[in-house]
């Protein structure tokens, strides 16, 4: 991270730790990161843990730990420290307190002493008269005898930002101009009755006191920015510029949720999904480069990414898109480097064999098997679906190669090889030699001929070249294989 910045543009990314990072909450982490390092500007982590019901210390630890897996690093954070701190809302309440006290000293709050109950048959009384659901007011003119007499009652106050009649205009970079009506708004709740912040007096306070120039979020704040900006305003600080981010679909066009497959970021990382066809494929979930050009390292993420080529509709998450895009970055991992990765993720199970112990030779071997693989691997898991093929004495199954292997060919073609294998270890030429008397001695040809051996050798119907799992196999495995076919 530079020292020194040349740009006073400040952006955050301010997850609340109730959970794993969610792919939605990533892409965005994603822009701000994009639009900071582009700006040369400083990129703050803060973590907005007021709701302390739901808030765990384990979240706060993988939200700083997913987010340096993916690829992301900040100035300003909870681990490393800076100016702005503490970068935790739970510890800096006082700040809030203060701030509060401003507010009330100009009458731009006040103190509310309405039940839960008693809000809920106001809200039900203006729904069922057809009027827009605000808060009444009721609380604005009390008395400081009243106030008292509620005190006495063990009535603990919240206190109400005061909202004045007027539009508020949200200048977005993304989506343009966008007015709001106060009227509509009502006068909100910004600390609640046990002292802690609510969630739009906290983010306000926070961006004002952060001196944040640029708020990069999801669509779905939109409708709390007019707050936020009445907030800011009433404290005197200038709010920020704003970018409102679309939202992230499923196929299906509905919001992206578990049904839909893994949703947390944690997730694919797992799986073995590279960090930086992640971030290729995040970015251009509502981005364009303006071209039709879709792979990127992430620094050339950081030199094309403008906030003016965000799109203002909703992106859809497509996993097959991803696969393709993590397949063209799988591609440009060097041999070596791609084994290392790829290791971890062998794994025993049924059918798989395991390696507990990885010598020089082993691993020359392995790197040849993941050459051979490289071009079916969307990410490091994937290693599973065909390592059998190569480290183990039988292969796994699939029902389509069973049937395969119940055919007169399959028999036939399984006897020839036996027959024709030779002591040495297997190369190309020897592969073609064995193919061709084959093919002389049962007439067979395209599928007919490679489907059954593929069926024997393999266990599976598609996957590697023949020609090129061959010369892998020890001969000894391949005799194996072909005996336990003619059983079948």
Same mark, same amino acid.
């Given at each position: 991270?530079?020292?020194?910045?040349?740009s006073?543009v400040?952006?955050?990314?301010?997850?609340s730790?109730?959970?794993y990072?969610?792919i939605?909450?990533v892409?965005?982490?994603l822009?701000?990161?994009?639009?900071? &390092?582009? @700006?040369?500007?400083d990129?703050i /982590?803060r973590? +907005?843990?007021?709701?302390? =019901? *739901? $808030?765990?210390?384990?979240?706060?630890?993988s939200?700083?730990?997913?987010?340096?897996?993916?690829?992301l690093?900040?100035d300003?954070?909870?681990?490393?420290?800076g100016?702005s701190?503490?970068?935790?809302?739970?510890?800096?309440i006082?700040?809030?307190a203060?701030?509060?006290?401003?507010?009330?000293?100009?009458?731009?709050?006040?103190?509310?002493?309405c039940?839960?109950?008693e809000?809920?048959?106001?809200r039900?009384?203006?729904?069922?008269?057809?009027?827009?659901? &605000?808060? @009444?007011?009721k609380?604005?003119? /009390?008395?400081? +005898?009243?106030?008292?007499? =509620? *005190? $006495?009652?063990?009535r603990?106050?919240s206190?109400?930002?005061?909202?004045?009649n007027?539009?508020?205009?949200?200048r977005?970079?993304?989506?343009?101009?966008?007015?709001?009506?106060?009227?509509?708004?009502?006068?909100?709740?910004?600390?609640?009755?046990?002292?802690w912040?609510?969630?739009?007096?906290a983010?306000a306070?926070?961006?004002?006191e952060m001196?944040?120039?640029?708020?990069?979020?999801?669509e779905?704040?939109?409708?709390?920015?007019?707050?936020?900006?009445?907030?800011?305003?009433?404290l005197g600080?200038?709010?920020?510029?704003?970018?409102?981010?679309?939202?992230?679909?499923?196929?299906?066009?509905?919001?992206l949720?578990?049904?839909?497959?893994?949703v947390?970021i944690r997730?694919?990382l797992?799986?073995?999904?590279?960090?930086?066809?992640?971030?290729?494929?995040?970015?251009l979930?509502?981005?364009?480069?303006?071209d039709?050009?879709e792979?990127?390292?992430?620094?050339?993420?950081i030199?094309?990414?403008?906030l003016?080529?965000?799109?203002?509709?909703?992106?859809?998450?497509d996993?097959?898109?991803?696969?393709?895009?993590?397949?063209q970055?799988?591609?440009?991992i060097?041999?070596?480097?791609?084994?290392?990765m790829?290791i971890?993720?062998?794994?025993?199970?049924?059918?798989?064999?395991?390696?507990?112990?990885?010598?020089?030779?082993?691993?020359?071997?392995?790197?040849?098997?993941i050459?051979?693989l490289?071009?079916?691997?969307?990410k490091?898991?994937?290693?599973?679906?065909?390592?059998?093929?190569?480290?183990c004495?039988?292969v796994r199954?699939?029902e389509?190669?069973?049937?395969?292997?119940?055919t007169?060919?399959?028999?036939?073609?399984?006897?020839?090889?036996?027959?024709?294998?030779?002591?040495q270890a297997?190369?190309e030429?020897?592969?073609h030699?064995?193919?061709?008397?084959?093919?002389?001695?049962?007439?067979?040809?395209?599928?007919?001929?490679?489907?059954?051996?593929?069926?024997?050798?393999?266990?599976?119907?598609?996957?590697p070249?023949?020609v090129?799992?061959?010369?892998?196999l020890?001969?000894?495995?391949?005799?194996?294989r072909?005996?336990s076919?003619?059983?079948?």
């Amino acid at each position: 991270m530079p020292d020194v910045k040349k740009s006073s543009v400040r952006v955050r990314f301010a997850p609340s730790p109730t959970g794993y990072l969610h792919i939605g909450n990533v892409r965005t982490a994603l822009f701000n990161w994009l639009f900071a &390092r582009k @700006s040369e500007a400083d990129f703050i /982590l803060r973590i +907005e843990d007021t709701d302390s =019901l *739901r $808030s765990r210390e384990d979240y706060v630890e993988s939200i700083v730990e997913d987010l340096s897996r993916f690829g992301l690093d900040w100035d300003e954070g909870p681990d490393v420290g800076g100016s702005s701190g503490p970068y935790r809302q739970s510890q800096r309440i006082g700040l809030y307190a203060k701030h509060l006290e401003a507010l009330l000293k100009k009458g731009s709050a006040y103190e509310c002493f309405c039940l839960p109950e008693e809000l809920d048959a106001m809200r039900k009384e203006q729904a069922e008269q057809g009027k827009t659901i &605000r808060y @009444s007011g009721k609380c604005l003119h /009390l008395s400081d +005898e009243e106030k008292r007499k =509620l *005190r $006495s009652e063990g009535r603990q106050p919240s206190y109400r930002f005061r909202v004045e009649n007027r539009q508020v205009v949200v200048r977005d970079l993304i989506r343009g101009d966008v007015t709001f009506d106060t009227s509509t708004i009502g006068d909100f709740i910004i600390m609640k009755s046990d002292g802690w912040p609510s969630f739009h007096f906290a983010v306000a306070v926070d961006d004002g006191e952060m001196k944040i120039t640029h708020v990069i979020r999801g669509e779905d704040h939109l409708t709390n920015t007019p707050k936020h900006i009445m907030i800011l305003e009433s404290l005197g600080f200038d709010p920020p510029r704003y970018a409102h981010l679309p939202m992230i679909m499923g196929q299906d066009h509905q919001p992206l949720s578990k049904r839909h497959g893994h949703v947390s970021i944690r997730d694919y990382l797992d799986e073995g999904y590279l960090p930086e066809a992640l971030m290729n494929y995040l970015a251009l979930l509502g981005w364009s480069s303006g071209d039709n050009q879709e792979i990127f390292s992430s620094r050339e993420l950081i030199k094309r990414f403008e906030l003016a080529s965000v799109n203002k509709s909703a992106a859809v998450f497509d996993n097959k898109k991803l696969d393709w895009i993590s397949m063209q970055h799988m591609k440009e991992i060097p041999d070596v480097k791609l084994t290392q990765m790829v290791i971890p993720y062998l794994k025993a199970e049924e059918g798989l064999c395991s390696r507990k112990h990885i010598n020089e030779e082993m691993f020359d071997y392995l790197k040849k098997m993941i050459n051979v693989l490289r071009p079916y691997l969307s990410k490091l898991k994937d290693i599973n679906e065909y390592a059998d093929i190569f480290l183990c004495q039988q292969v796994r199954l699939s029902e389509e190669a069973g049937e395969i292997l119940r055919t007169g060919n399959a028999k036939k073609i399984s006897e020839i090889i036996l027959e024709n294998l030779g002591d040495q270890a297997f190369d190309e030429k020897e592969f073609h030699s064995i193919l061709n008397k084959v093919k002389r001695e049962t007439g067979l040809k395209g599928k007919d001929l490679f489907m059954p051996i593929r069926a024997v050798l393999t266990g599976r119907l598609s996957g590697p070249e023949l020609v090129e799992v061959f010369p892998l196999l020890d001969k000894n495995v391949i005799r194996k294989r072909l005996e336990s076919a003619l059983k079948i």
